[in-house]
């Protein structure tokens, strides 16, 4: 048995007259859905500028740079200053809920799912670069001061490991907040290799030290003693 198929001329013209409204409609769909966006991430810009601009203002205002600067800490985050870092977070989390809102006027379930998780990402993120800021500052501040111990013996050495001691600590505390993919197991056996090797050339050099003083000792106090010492031999 077979069956004949017959497309006519109005079925054609009727199935590309559909297709093309689609077409253009989701086309101008797209179009709008774009410019809207667009729109709308503009002006979270604009806000993000104006707040990052007033933040920089007030920082200014209560001299936090000075500040750092006074304590010897200004130098403490990597070439990064507490003012930028701050900054470059409240502007970041306005473009980020701007985009939240441009997501949901247009109803792009992609853009949606990225910024609700964003959003949420957010705070952990701020969290996170706090407490590292603050490790880094603390870090700093104390070595500088424990440096200018010249009575202390090895006290740069001693400054080191406290120093890294306490920039560790403050990371391992930090990373799963700013990255939660990143379990800290690599960083803690890092760092106890870091810190055995540390622990073992510090030992190295207070044994080589202890022992170069002691010769010294030994050989004056032979030396006062030459003729009782020959006795006894």
């Known amino acids: 048995m077979s069956y004949d198929v017959v497309i006519s001329y109005d079925n054609v013209q009727s199935v590309l007259s559909q297709s093309g409204t689609a077409v253009v409609g989701n086309l101008v769909y797209g179009v709008a859905a774009f410019s809207v966006m667009v729109l709308i991430l503009a002006i979270g810009y604009a806000v993000a500028w104006v707040l990052g601009k007033a933040l920089k203002e007030f920082a ?8 750092m600067e006074k304590h010897g800490v200004h130098d403490s985050l990597l070439g990064f200053n507490i003012t930028g870092i701050a900054v470059l977070l409240v502007e970041l989390w ?33 969290e996170g670069v706090i407490l590292l800021v603050a490790g880094l500052i603390v870090a700093d501040y104390i070595t500088d001061r424990m440096k200018t111990m010249k009575k202390i013996p090895f006290v740069n050495g001693i400054a080191m490991v406290i120093e890294v001691f306490i920039i560790y600590v403050a990371a391992v505390m930090a990373l799963p907040l700013m990255l939660p993919t ?16 540390v622990c073992f050339s510090l030992g190295l050099g207070f044994a080589i030290a202890m022992g170069l003083g002691l010769k010294d000792a030994v050989a004056d106090v032979a030396k006062k003693h030459k003729d009782k010492i020959g006795r006894l031999f």
């Open 94 to 126: 306005v473009m980020i809920v701007f985009l939240g809102i441009a997501a949901q006027i247009t109803n792009v379930g992609l853009l949606l799912d990225l910024s609700t998780k964003a959003i949420d990402y957010m705070p952990m993120l701020i």
């Open 182 to 197: 990143v379990k800290p197991d690599l960083l803690e056996s890092s760092f106890n290799i870091v810190l055995t090797a």
């Open 60 to 67: 200014k205002q209560i001299k936090v740079e000075p500040f």
